[in-house]
């Protein structure tokens, strides 16, 4: 394997940034493996020797790049500064993210003040630790950066481990909570709102910027857009809320100072975004949040993507190959390096939790149990060398090994390393409420690998096997919603039957294919709110195994539909053991992997696949009470015993898992898991009752205001979605789900409309197309607008609404083309709130007037069941016939671009080429249709005006001046109340 660079030192030169790997001691600079990324973001060799130019005031030294940030045509570097290590695999130290530099590829001076300025960050952090001083705003682990909290002014490296003298429970110092030390002790620092009402300082102008709320300052200035160029490096004491260019904060020293447009860095050129310019530095702030929160982790020499039997240490390969693309998260921002060939800078990062605990177990004699040895209280058992104790000792910066040197094997006993690693995919990846279910491709929803490993400390296989043991967690693979508006929302179905049941099945074939056997434990309510999607679960699963099985060849799925909630009523956690005896002869059958002499004597045959609705709380509880059973069997089968359940010695285990708990749920949620307390203890009480009361209002808070500009950060990172999602988020203050394929969607509706309404089987189908419509006939402007189909035959136009959340045809009008009258085309405004409403190139579309007979059929709706496909006359009047003029708008909907893997990124057509296209092409059907009609009924009278051919008419449907007379000024106060929260 290519070795990674492991230290590096990036520059600022005149035409780019340096990246040069770090020498060992007393060595001269490497400049023969150095790169240089230009100011328009392009990477290649370093050509000219730069050992000659004084870097050392400007230096920054990294160890390793996360990636090249493309923001409209801006480029930032993101290269980790801190890092602390948390565990060791075969000798291989394995590292989580601590912080990272963003840094601009706009100039020399622009890049060299990121460098200067992260520089003293690190001074002042490396002098905090030094002293042993905490700032007023450091968060403790358990209070680390979520993806869904603001950005804290600076974040601190976790605390040394201590046990807590209460509980004996081993983590990190200030762990232990309780709802009276966290609200009046610490200031409610569950959440960054509560911390800020509960301060003794009140709400100052800049903590209410920081919270998103207005001061009187911002209350006087009146939003301007400007055309901004760039911004420089986000860091950590940038305000969290959206900054206006004019009022960009820049933490000078120990100072504040504002900073004019003129000084921000001019990265920017060629065309942009306005609104993607504005948000620039709220999107850099959220990036480097995302990074440094503590939920990534990397290692220079171990794939950590993959199980610890299926490492590949003598490929050739760089590791980045090796990695499993479904969990390499910032695969997409290293396309640069990896399309320029510079394989040592690629250094994959996986997201989710790897956590690792020593300790040995003595005998006491051949007939009783074993006795554990509690690491935390034992000052001669193994401990991890940190990272901080590892730089001291450090001579060759650039080959790091692990030097732990286990102790000497306990008298009649043995030691241990239990080593827990979780890996989230990158698919449907996202933030509770805004991704829940599965996907068209089978992706479900927070999808979780976690691998448990049992090995020695030496990880030496030939003497004692190494044990791995993998569960899965992930959401009910279903089509359904809920909203984040409410503490118990309602599930929202949505899809066909046939739609869910072959993602359904997509879902669990590819399970199958990566694990084996299958055994699904749901742990949803059978009452209430969660009722109805467990019942659908059930179903669908029953249908598999009917039709076949997983693999359609008998390989059935098992089902068991746990009730945690009413099993461990009042607080009786410990009846998950009921729901373990069940589990019992599935795992059993299919075991653990087994690794000695360096082979795999033994594979798992199969998971257990476990889910609650989030697949957080309850799950966390399951999958630790699994995992116990198993290190127990695993400890057996060495002769060892031991009691992970009533043993206050092995409260290492339940930290561990609870750790484990506490990361995936800040992932996901916002904050530390539910139920911790029980995790950690194996006891429920009614303190920690209290405490996950505050974690879910907590959560309730992230999910409405934090969450949605969030996930659109996270979708594009990931290549999800262009830059254009954050003019879309600012538009609607919501991100869409970018992991539904909305153009397979929508031409699923398009032939399924066609199939039903297209009655007389000789009119061929043109073209279909799908569009934004007001909800009201003979009506330009709605409340709402929903998504319609608009069918062409050469006979007639199909305007049909559709029910999405069942793909059935709620209703629909047949318009003979001899009917149309006029084509209209041109600006459409239907908002004012936000400046993409406003933009005449992408808000137009078109009316279609048309006349219609009275007495005839209009619309025809479906009165009976959406399943029936029966359909009933309901707009029928009676009286005289005669002609009516009748018109239907239509808005062109954005592009959605979705980089789906595999596909070539074409560029869609834009607003106002769809509505041109669409226009021209009704009116040349309808015209030819005219002319069939005369030849064929020559003797038929036309009007002069019928007999004219259509032509397209180009003016504004609704113009800007007209859009803004019509909006209300509470539709207005409304929008900006939530944009000042939710921006």
């Given at each position: 394997m290519p070795g990674l660079v492991r230290k590096l030192l990036i520059f600022a030169a005149v035409d780019g940034l340096i990246l040069q790997p770090a020498p060992p001691r007393n060595h001269p600079p490497t400049t023969q493996q150095a790169i240089k990324i230009d100011y328009k973001g392009n990477v290649g060799p370093l050509l000219k020797d730069r050992r000659e130019e004084d870097t050392a005031s400007s230096a920054l030294e990294s160890h390793g790049i996360v990636g090249l940030l493309k923001v409209a045509t801006s480029f930032f570097l993101i290269s980790i500064c801190g890092r602390e290590q948390v565990a060791q695999i075969r000798g291989k130290p394995v590292y989580k993210i601590t912080d990272v530099a963003l840094i601009p590829l706009a100039s020399k001076a622009d890049a060299d003040k990121a460098i200067v300025f992260t520089n003293e960050h690190l001074q002042r952090h490396k002098k905090a630790e030094g002293d042993g001083e905490e700032e007023s705003e450091t968060e403790s682990e358990y209070e680390a950066p979520s993806v869904t909290d603001s950005l804290e002014e600076e974040t601190i490296s976790p605390p040394t481990e201590v046990k807590d003298s209460l509980t004996g429970q081993k983590g990190p110092a200030g762990r232990r909570t309780s709802v009276a030390e966290d609200v009046m002790q610490k200031k409610g620092l569950y959440g960054r709102f509560a911390d800020k009402w509960f301060s003794k300082k009140g709400w100052s102008a800049e903590s209410r910027r920081v919270q998103g709320l207005s001061s009187d300052e911002d209350l006087v200035k009146k939003h301007k857009p400007q055309d901004v160029e760039s911004t420089v490096a986000p860091e950590e004491e940038q305000p969290a809320s959206p900054v206006k260019p004019d009022a960009l904060i820049l933490p000078e020293k120990d100072g504040r100072e504002p900073v004019s447009p003129e000084e921000i860095p001019k990265a920017l050129g060629g065309s942009k975004d306005s609104t993607t310019v504005a948000l620039l530095p709220k999107i850099l702030r959220t990036t480097k949040m995302y990074f440094a929160s503590g939920n990534f982790f990397y290692s220079y020499d171990y794939d950590l993507s993959r199980g610890v039997s299926q490492q590949k240490p003598l490929s050739g390969l760089p590791l980045f190959k090796q990695s499993d693309p479904l969990y390499f998260w910032n695969k997409h921002i290293m396309e640069s390096f990896i399309n320029a060939g510079q394989h040592n800078f690629i250094l994959p990062i996986i997201q989710g939790f790897v956590g690792q605990r020593a300790f040995s177990i003595k005998l006491v004699d051949t007939r009783s149990s074993s006795v554990v040895i509690d690491p935390a209280s034992n000052p001669d058992d193994i401990q991890l060398q940190s990272w901080h104790e590892k730089q001291n000792a450090e001579t060759d910066s650039s080959s790091e090994t692990n030097t732990n040197t286990p102790l000497p094997e306990p008298e009649n006993g043995k030691n241990f390393l239990l080593t827990l690693i979780s890996r989230r995919s990158v698919q449907r990846a996202g933030l509770r409420y805004l991704r829940r279910g599965v996907d068209d491709e089978?992706?479900?929803?927070?999808?979780?690998?976690?691998?448990?490993?049992?090995?020695?400390?030496?990880?030496?296989s030939t003497a004692d096997a190494i044990y791995s043991f993998t569960q899965y967690r992930g959401s009910i693979p279903l089509f359904f919603s809920q909203s984040p508006y409410i503490l118990k929302p309602q599930v929202a179905f949505w899809g066909s039957p046939e739609t869910n049941a072959k993602a359904f099945k997509r879902h669990f074939s590819e399970l199958s294919a990566r694990y084996g056997s299958i055994f699904s434990a749901s742990l949803v309510d059978k009452h209430g709110t969660e009722a109805k999607i467990g019942e659908a679960y059930e179903r669908q699963a029953t249908a598999l195994n009917s039709e076949g099985g997983i693999d359609g060849h008998g390989k059935l799925l098992g089902f068991e539909w746990f009730d945690f909630?009413?099993?461990?009523?009042?607080?009786?956690?410990?009846?998950?053991?009921?729901?373990?005896?069940?589990?019992?002869?599935?795992?059993?059958?299919?075991?653990?992997?087994?690794?000695?002499?360096?082979?795999?004597?033994?594979k798992q045959s199969g998971i257990l696949r476990t889910n609650c609705m989030d697949c957080l709380d309850r799950t966390n509880v399951v999958q630790s009470a699994t995992a116990r059973g198993a290190l127990e069997n695993q400890l057996s089968a060495g002769g060892f015993s031991i009691d992970l359940q009533h043993d206050p010695s092995t409260s290492w285990f339940n930290t561990l898992w609870a750790d484990n708990g506490d990361a995936i749920s800040r992932q996901y949620a916002g904050t530390a898991a539910l139920k911790g307390d029980f995790t950690r203890t194996r006891k429920r009480q009614i303190t920690g009752a209290l405490t996950d009361f505050g974690l879910t209002l907590t959560r309730y808070y992230n999910n409405i205001v934090n969450d949605y500009f969030a996930q659109a950060v996270i979708d594009y990172l990931l290549g999800r979605a262009t830059d254009s999602i954050f003019a879309e988020f600012e538009a609607d203050m919501k991100s869409s789900d970018y992991f539904i394929d909305l153009r397979k969607v929508r031409q699923a509706a398009i032939e399924r409309s066609a199939g039903i309404v297209i009655e007389d089987k000789e009119e061929d189908l043109v073209a279909g197309w799908t569009l934004s419509v007001p909800s009201a006939a003979n009506a330009l402007k709605t409340a709402t607008f929903e998504e319609a189909v608009l069918l062409l035959t050469e006979r007639a136009l199909y305007f049909c609404r559709l029910d999405w959340g069942t793909e059935k045809v709620r209703e629909f009008e047949r318009i003979a083309l001899d009917h149309v009258e006029g084509v209209v085309r041109g600006v459409y405004i239907t908002s004012t709130l936000a400046q993409r409403h406003l933009d005449t190139e992408k808000n137009v579309g078109f009316v279609i007037r048309y006349r219609a007979e009275m007495g005839s059929e209009l619309v025809r709706r479906n009165t009976r069941s959406l399943d029936s496909g029966t359909w009933n006359e309901s707009s029928k009047r009676g009286g005289k016939k005669q002609d009516t003029g009748r018109f239907l708008a239509f808005k062109a909907l954005p592009p959605q671009t979705s980089v789906a893997t595999g596909e070539t990124n074409v560029e869609p057509e834009n607003e106002v080429e769809v509505v041109k296209s669409i226009c021209e092409e009704v009116v040349r059907i309808a015209n030819k249709e005219r002319k069939e009609t005369i030849q064929w009924n020559p003797e038929e009278q036309k009007e002069p005006s019928q007999e004219k051919e259509l032509a397209v008419e180009e003016r504004d449907i609704i113009s800007p001046a007209d859009a803004k007379k019509s909006t209300g000024y509470l539709e207005q106060l409304g929008y900006s109340l939530k944009k000042l929260v939710w921006a």
């Open positions: 089978g992706n479900a929803a927070n999808s979780v690998e976690s691998e448990q490993i049992l090995s020695s400390p030496t990880w030496d909630h009413e099993v461990c009523r009042g607080m009786h956690f410990e009846n998950v053991s009921k729901l373990m005896d069940t589990l019992g002869p599935f795992l059993k059958s299919t075991g653990w992997t087994e690794i000695s002499n360096d082979q795999e004597t033994h």
